[in-house]
């Protein structure tokens, strides 16, 4: 929706703990200065690093790679260092996010495929070559722990994307997982659970072979690898640790899995992405999560100081195709599996971008319906765009405040794909297949202003800013349950109740008057912020009385005055 000049209200939000009476009044001291952190509620910001921002140049062509691959398919020049970089300008702050979501930042194969698309190279991070290295052209593990350092000083959290099910593609002239540890057919059919699982997603992607539970030996490759690299007595010493400690056998899925929880153990990582759930045995990630959970208990016992809070690790995942209106179920056709059984807190929505074209009523109450009953504690995460659906609600970027209106008042939690709130584009002229999502960030246009049709980069910018800071600020917002107070002016109110948190918000769109009555909703004398214009009113007789508004008011008591 395009937001013009106009009188409107929008949220109100009280944060209010209850516990022992000395434990409450501690905690509603810490109340005015700190916001209550859930992932029901997060605004995850989703970047392809590569594709992000460019902080050290001299890791752009590692490995002898190249620039010659089909436009939008080699590396680009992101790093770990880019985003870093973004973290102290504050950039993110801006945007009101409290997690990033980055993709896998692993070893990738060194060369490129051809499969029809011209040369493509593993610049997404979903091609593992070494799950134990970082892949030069992102970086070193001094590069991600310093950005997990900073991103916690920041109050932000990171989600790493992580990847289980299949290995980097076969490459010419590069070492190859055995046959012991991967298979390369037949190909998915996807017509039930065994086409979805025991296959190998499209030619030349390997599939680990996760329903192996026989020992099978470290690939020789990989051996002289480390060897080479001055780790492998390390390597082999840890492994052997951890196989004696979790008494389970030398499987492919547990090798994994010991490699994904370094990255929660060492530099502390708050949550993972699973990719490409569905096409797994559900009990991996189960096991997968049992292990991480230790990991995190781990490092936060081992660094109290870097500890931002008790939330607990977190974990979602993609299930492709997964919908809220199925939930909490996924139909492989002959079976139908529960994956919130197996770790999964939150599971990716893939219907929201097809919802997103009802109204905000539609949405928001159908939504908060299934979350509140069917899901029980469970929760989504919602978007708008990403890196490997060809059909977003905006692909033209016509729809950007309506996109971004819709998304981040959705109940939900949300995940923001880079440049959504910079209407990067998500057509470019010369690419092929999926390359088209991925352009470069553009920057640029935020720095210029640019002037497209009848918005500006800093308009569409300062939009989504402004609701995703609400959102934050305003844990009701994602993780409350819904309800419409009126059709004319559409106005609905949001209620959290969850353990110690308890919290409330009105929204009201296109208001008649510059007048709110708040039928008691709001006590009488508090100090009330539209978190849209930047205005605060206090209630007055029931009443709400502002001198200028927006079309989108956004109501809620200011934790920080």
């Known amino acids: 929706m395009k937001i013009k000049k106009a009188r409107i209200i929008l949220i109100i939000v009280t944060i209010l703990l209850s516990c022992s009476e000395k434990d409450r009044r ?43 691959g089909a436009k939008l398919r080699s590396f680009m020049g992101g790093d770990i260092k880019g985003i870093t970089e973004k973290i102290k300008e504050g950039y993110f702050n801006k945007l009101g996010v409290n997690a990033i979501w980055l993709t896998p930042p692993v070893e990738q194969v060194h060369g490129f495929t051809d499969e029809g698309t011209g040369k493509t190279y593993a610049y997404h991070g979903y091609w593992t070559y070494d799950w134990t290295s970082i892949d030069r052209n992102f970086g070193t593990w001094k590069d991600l722990k310093e950005m997990v350092d900073v991103a916690h000083e920041n109050d932000i959290r990171i989600v790493l994307d992580v990847v289980l099910n299949h290995t980097g593609p076969v490459i010419q002239k590069e070492p190859f997982w055995p046959d012991s540890w991967v298979r390369t057919s037949p190909i998915c059919t996807y017509t039930d659970f065994e086409s979805t699982v025991t296959c190998t997603l499209v030619k030349n992607l390997p599939d680990i072979l996760t329903e192996k539970e026989d020992p099978v030996e470290l690939p020789e490759f990989l051996i002289n690898k480390w060897e080479q690299e001055g780790r492998l007595e390390n390597e082999m010493t840890e492994l052997n640790e951890f196989f004696e400690r979790t008494g389970y056998p030398r499987a492919p899925k547990y090798y994994i899995i010991k490699w994904l929880t370094d990255f929660v153990r060492e530099i502390g990582i708050d949550g993972f992405r699973v990719d490409t759930a569905k096409h797994t045995e559900p009990d991996v990630w189960k096991k997968l999560w049992d292990q991480v959970v230790l990991a995190f208990g781990e490092w936060k016992q081992n660094h109290p100081d870097k500890v931002l809070d008790q939330t607990e690790f977190f974990m979602v995942g993609e299930v492709y195709g997964f919908n809220i209106h199925d939930a909490p179920l996924y139909n492989y056709g002959d079976s139908l599996v529960n994956f919130y059984n197996y770790g ?45 659906d060809s059909q977003p609600f905006d692909v033209q970027r016509k729809k950007v405040y309506e996109a971004g209106t819709k998304l981040l008042l959705a109940p939900g939690a949300v995940q923001i794909y880079y440049g959504d709130e910079l209407a990067r584009p998500l057509e470019v002229e010369g690419t092929m ?17 640019t002037q497209k049709e009848d918005y500006t980069t800093s308009d569409v910018f300062q939009h989504w800013s402004k609701l995703s800071h609400f959102r934050k600020e305003h844990p009701a917002v994602g993780a409350g349950i ?49 978190y849209y214009s930047g205005n605060k009113a206090v209630v007055t007789e029931n009443q709400l009385e502002y001198e200028s508004l927006e079309d989108i008011v956004l109501l809620g008591k200011p934790l920080n005055n």
């Open 344 to 388: 999964f807190k939150s599971l990716i929505n893939f219907s929201f971008k097809t919802d997103a074209n009802k109204s905000m009523e539609e949405i928001f109450s159908m939504y908060s319906q299934k979350l509140n009953n069917g899901l029980m504690g469970m929760s989504i995460m919602n978007y708008v765009s990403s890196h490997d």
């Open 26 to 68: 501690d905690q509603l001291m810490v109340d005015e200065t700190s916001i209550p952190f859930l992932w029901e509620n997060a605004s995850v910001y989703f970047l392809l690093t590569d594709r992000f921002n460019n902080g050290d140049t001299t890791n752009d062509f590692s490995y002898d790679r190249k620039q010659d």
């Open 433 to 449: 297949g999926d390359a088209h999502l991925r352009s470069i960030m553009n920057w640029e246009d935020l720095e210029k202003n």
């Open 482 to 530: 819904h309800q419409k107070i009126s059709d004319s002016p559409y106005t609905f109110t949001r209620l959290l109740k969850k353990e110690s948190i308890s919290d409330q918000v009105m929204v009201v769109f296109y208001p008649t008057s510059s007048i709110i009555d708040v039928n008691g909703f709001f006590s009488e004398g508090i100090e009330i912020k539209d």
